[in-house]
């Protein structure tokens, strides 16, 4: 039977009696290195992979249940490896009620914006200190508390199909089966290979009606055989390799590991089969990034084992620190309260939720195909790029305390290891927040701030520098940080409170030299003013910053210069958007641009105390500045410089723009820009606004192999555009994007 006779639906004997196994192929094209062919009573999927690699997967229907029913690899043409036989993919949803949070009530109120339900039904959806699954829930946290039991489901998926769809797009081939149901939730099962590697990606595409649902997934594959040669291998959090053999007892629930990198390896007949999450569109925005064990291993019985990713149930707060007494009561506290933040996924009505697991076949053992795998992030690094640094920004350590509690500058930070480990050259940190004396006008705040920029100066070295920024939340409304190009002694109080009687907007006290004092909006925009400074709106729309900055959008400091934009965060976390923070943070730039302009996104951490066993990678995303070299301490003013230009871009990691440009001058121009990429890639689009709406092109990359890069040339029309910006996404959610330009 040709493969052209393929094109049409094929119907083949299925095991159950008197069932067929239907698949629909009429949307499959055949191409090179990537074949779908009804072979015996299963869909055969074989492609070509990595380093000389090709792959195999069959895929069938028993009793209304899919199964995988082989999967198989070969390297150089050399004899199949039989990774898997007859093995069934198993997800379990678990679900809660989605609240509204008291931080985010504060801010709106103070706005003097009536809670309606109209108005909390938009708001809920951006909420980050909520914990659906904490029952009752901590009073003064949410809306509507106490939680109750009943509110949280746990559903495994079940399926009641016959039947499968299977189509080309690009260089992929998916396939679908429907018919599945996990509790509120209904909807696909599907699979995806990708021409060029060894990726098979498997996830539950389903949707709920229910109203206010917040929820979280558990997905693998189960019914691996248990013998001699088969053993689960991971990293620990210190990077030590670590093994399981399954000679134990029978597990009753699954077993989360605390793997480094979000990675476990099933070795098995001479081959490895990799089990990890999406790299960064996987978690949801927390306060630390403590590792809680993203993937998992269950022995089922005797001679059958699971593996899988997971999201565990609640935090686990930092670890406490502190000599003294003050501080150490307060770190305990701050540890506890984690536990109210642990927000799942958003689920808005009739939104379709993809839920992906990944699985990587190599027919090497299990440190070869590691590394092939820790590729697809740079080994958790971001990578280095010619002609720029890489920046974070937003970090709540309380480092003057840290100092303070020590005694000494001469220590070592647990979070500077964490920096270096990453490759970040540049960290705009963020002290006077919920530590020492942010609101103290005198003697007390300036002496905790030179401690402040002593440290700073202390661990700042030539490939990597501290900022000492702060995020003051006075007179501007919601949160924003402060960042100026050198150290400012500087002190803030909120109206209507005032200074002490007769403190001058600024003065020169020793040792401090020049201090500035700022009491109102017109004082914090003229420090901003005179001394170089940047603001922009810390986590814009949710949090603190609910209602902001469209609250303030006619104020004379948004409009000025001075006022960079808005922070970009994975937060909320909704698995139907297809880039990261696809509504509230790219949605606030592009308002922002019609606006006013040119106003733009850094991306931002917001978090507090790091240590070398957390897993902090996919939780981060950064700023790639254009810079020559990492500025010194005392004066940072090119950093600040190329932010208030744009010429930065922000990134998960996994994808990179080398360079980007507009040409031409007339009404006809081309934005160039050249892209890179590790995942199979999704789409590329140019994005723009005309003073009022927002438009896009969107050039689709499907056909474009994974590791790869292209250079751009999208041809626009000026007429009519007041801005425009690009950005490229790959097929695991990850993305990169420039900053908007002004065409006028």
């Known amino acids: 039977m040709s493969v052209r006779v393929l094109s049409a639906t094929l119907l083949c004997a299925a095991f159950a009696a008197g069932q067929e196994f239907n698949c629909d192929l009429s949307g499959y094209k055949e191409q090179d290195g990537l074949k779908a062919q009804l072979r015996g009573e299963a869909l055969e999927l074989t492609w070509r992979g990595e380093r000389q690699s090709d792959l195999r997967m069959a895929l069938t229907v028993r009793n209304g249940q899919p199964i995988v029913q082989e999967l198989a690899v070969r390297k150089n043409g050399a004899k199949w490896t039989i990774l898997a036989q007859n093995v069934t993919p198993e997800f379990e949803l678990t679900s809660g009620s989605r609240r509204l949070s008291n931080q985010q009530i504060e801010p709106l109120k103070e706005l003097k914006v009536e809670l309606t339900p109209e108005v909390i039904e938009r708001e809920k959806w951006n909420a980050f200190w909520d914990a659906p699954l904490m029952i009752p829930g901590q009073p003064g946290t949410d809306l509507d508390l106490p939680r109750k039991p009943g509110e949280i489901r746990r559903d495994w998926a079940t399926y009641h199909t016959s039947s499968c769809q299977a189509r080309t797009d690009g260089a992929r081939i998916e396939v679908t089966f429907s018919g599945l149901e996990a509790g509120i939730f209904s909807g696909s099962l599907q699979y995806a290979i990708y021409r060029g590697t060894n990726l098979l990606r498997q996830e539950v595409v389903a949707k709920t009606d229910k109203p206010s649902v917040a929820y979280k997934y558990n997905g693998g594959l189960k019914g691996f055989p248990i013998k001699d040669d088969v053993r689960v291998v991971w990293r620990d959090t210190a990077r030590g390799w670590q093994q399981y053999a399954f000679g134990g007892t029978?597990?009753?629930?699954?077993?989360?590991?605390?793997?480094?990198?979000?990675?476990?390896?099933?070795?098995?007949?001479?081959?490895?089969?990799?089990?990890?999450?999406?790299?960064?569109?996987?978690?949801?925005?927390?306060?630390?990034?403590?590792?809680?064990?993203?993937?998992?291993?269950?022995?089922?019985?005797?001679?059958?084992?699971?593996?899988?990713?997971?999201?565990?149930?609640?935090e686990i707060g930092p670890k406490p620190w502190g000599i003294s007494d003050e501080v150490w009561t307060r770190r305990v506290a701050e540890s506890r309260g984690d536990l109210n933040n642990f927000a799942l996924y958003n689920a808005p009505p009739g939104t379709m939720q993809r839920m992906p697991v990944y699985f990587y076949l190599s027919p090497n053992d299990s440190r070869t195909t590691q590394q092939q795998v820790m590729a697809f992030t740079h080994d958790d690094v971001y990578k280095p790029l010619p002609g720029y640094k890489v920046l974070v920004s937003h970090f709540h350590f309380h480092f003057n305390e840290e100092l303070t509690d020590e005694g000494t500058l001469d220590f070592q930070p647990t979070w500077l290891p964490v920096f270096r480990d990453l490759g970040i050259n540049i960290a705009i940190l963020a002290d006077f927040h919920s530590d020492s004396h942010p609101t103290d006008t005198g003697a007390v705040r300036l002496n905790e701030q030179k401690v402040y920029f002593d440290g700073c100066a202390r661990f700042s070295d030539r490939d990597l520098l501290l900022i000492p920024g702060e995020e003051p939340d006075a007179n501007f409304g919601g949160h924003y940080m402060f960042v100026f190009p050198k150290p400012l002694f500087f002190t803030h109080v909120k109206q209507p409170a005032k200074g002490p009687q007769g403190q001058p907007f600024v003065e020169h006290l020793v040792p401090y030299d020049k201090v500035y004092h700022t009491t109102t909006a017109d004082t914090e925009l003229s420090l901003l003013q005179q001394e170089k400074g940047l603001v922009w709106q810390t986590h814009p729309r949710t949090k603190g910053s609910t209602g902001y900055p469209d609250a303030v959008k006619d104020r004379d400091f948004f409009q000025s210069d001075r006022f960079l934009g808005g922070s970009y965060q994975s937060l909320p976390v909704d698995l139907s958007e297809s880039r990261l923070c696809e509504a509230r943070c790219l949605g606030l730039l592009d308002d922002m641009n019609n606006w006013a302009g040119p106003k733009y996104m850094i991306a931002e951490s917001d978090t507090y105390m790091k240590y070398p066993d957390d897993e902090t990678f996919p939780q981060l995303i950064v700023n790639y500045v254009k810079l020559?070299?990492?500025?010194?301490?005392?004066?940072?003013?090119?950093?600040?410089n190329a932010l208030r230009s744009g010429d930065y871009f922000v990134s998960s990691g996994e994808l990179l723009l080398r360079s980007w440009n507009i040409e031409g001058t007339s009404t006809r121009r081309f934005y160039n820009a050249e892209a890179e990429w590790t995942f199979p890639p999704e789409f590329a689009e140019l994005v723009w606004g005309d003073g009022n709406k927002v438009y896009r092109e969107v050039i689709r990359m499907t056909d474009m192999a994974p590791f790869g890069s292209h250079k751009f040339r999208v041809p626009f029309d000026a007429a009519g555009k007041k801005w425009v910006r690009f950005a490229v996404w790959d097929s695991s959610g990850n993305g990169a994007f420039t900053q908007p330009v002004h065409l006028k």
Not at 278 to 299: A, C
């Open 250 to 314: 029978v597990n009753r629930d699954s077993v989360g590991l605390r793997a480094r990198n979000r990675l476990a390896i099933l070795e098995t007949n001479g081959g490895s089969l990799a089990v990890f999450p999406p790299s960064h569109k996987f978690f949801w925005s927390r306060e630390i990034e403590t590792n809680l064990g993203y993937v998992y291993y269950r022995k089922d019985s005797e001679s059958a084992l699971a593996i899988g990713v997971r999201q565990p149930e609640r």
């Open 628 to 640: 020559d070299r990492v500025p010194t301490y005392r004066d940072w003013a090119p950093v600040l």
